[in-house]
Each structure stands twice: as structure tokens, then as C-alpha cells.
């Protein structure tokens, strides 16, 4: 799998970005789309909460979105 990821980098003339981080984004983006942190846990593999939580990075506009009273959906 890591071959074919770094070809499609490649192709696509990405540098940098590991696959690692591709986790943490999908990460915070499955939080911020509100679904549930065990589920999200669940896919993404990590061993517990405490540690998905630490690579979860919620956007501003969802955190300001929220305070608001608005889910940001459309």
C-alpha cells in the first residue's frame, strides 16, 4: 500500500504529505460531520479515546459554526 501511495504522490506532484497525516485529517473531518468518536475510533484504529482526541483538529469555521448554533452543512 505504501508503494502505491507514494506513486499517486508523485503523479499528483505532492511532497510531503504522509500517509500518516491523511489519518489525521480524515480523523478530524469524521468529527466535525458529527459522527459518533467510538465509531470514528473505530475506523481510524486508534488504541483509545485519549489518543484520537489528540490528532483530531477541528476546523474554526465548524468551532464558531457550533457556538453559533449552526451545524456549517450548507
Known amino acids: 500500500m505504501r508503494a502505491s501511495y507514494t506513486k499517486a504522490m508523485k503523479k499528483a506532484g505532492i511532497a510531503g504529505l504522509t500517509f500518516h497525516d491523511l489519518r489525521h485529517e480524515a480523523t478530524s473531518r469524521f468529527c466535525e460531520k458529527g459522527i459518533p468518536v467510538m465509531t470514528v475510533q473505530a475506523i481510524t484504529g486508534h488504541k483509545s479515546t485519549q489518543m ?23
Not at 489528540?54 to 459554526?65: C, N, Q, W
Open 52 to 74: 484520537m482526541k489528540r490528532y483530531t483538529h477541528i476546523s474554526g469555521k465548524v468551532l464558531v459554526d457550533a457556538v453559533r448554533g449552526s451545524r456549517g452543512d450548507g
